[in-house]
């Protein structure tokens, strides 16, 4: 597919690199090497959440429930964005879902959607792991419903696409470097 198609122009500060995607679309492979490449600080979203409250994404869910966690995920978005420090930020999957955490992201920086199709994902992602949207008795029915329910919100959400269909990471973090360097 054609990549690094540009979603939105308005104008923005740019201090951090936003990676969105599905869970599975790539953002924790990419977002690493990609800080090392770029001299910035790595985050991923999920980690910090972890680490804060010593559980992992799985037993949060559990424990506290979904909303719960997308509280705890627009916290942890507000924090990153308030640093002064740039960052490459990997999020988790369902970020972008609000709309505070959307906003946040396109005002402190560029947002970069990875993108693959299901059968990648599924692929990557396996039966689910410990993924707690990913029902066991039908991981593929539950990832397909997701991508189907958050590609407009994606759309809106980022800057520009990037496929990470069928390419290796370093291809990707090359992709996404060039795009950062121009924006
Ligand atoms: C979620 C994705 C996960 C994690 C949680 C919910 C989602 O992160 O935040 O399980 O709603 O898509 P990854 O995208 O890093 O797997």
Redesign the pocket.
Known sequence: MVSSEKTDESPRRRRHLWLVG???SG??SVGLPLAERLGMKFIDT?AGIERDHTAS?ADL?ATHGEPWFRLEEERAVAAIAADPEPAVV?T???VVLSEMNREAMKATGVVVWLFADLATVIGRVGMGGD???IGRANPVASMDH?MVERHDVYLRAADARVSTIDRDVADVVAEVEALWRSS
């Open positions: 599905m869970m599975g953002k924790s999920d994404i869910f990997a988790g999957g369902g993924r707690p949207l997701l």
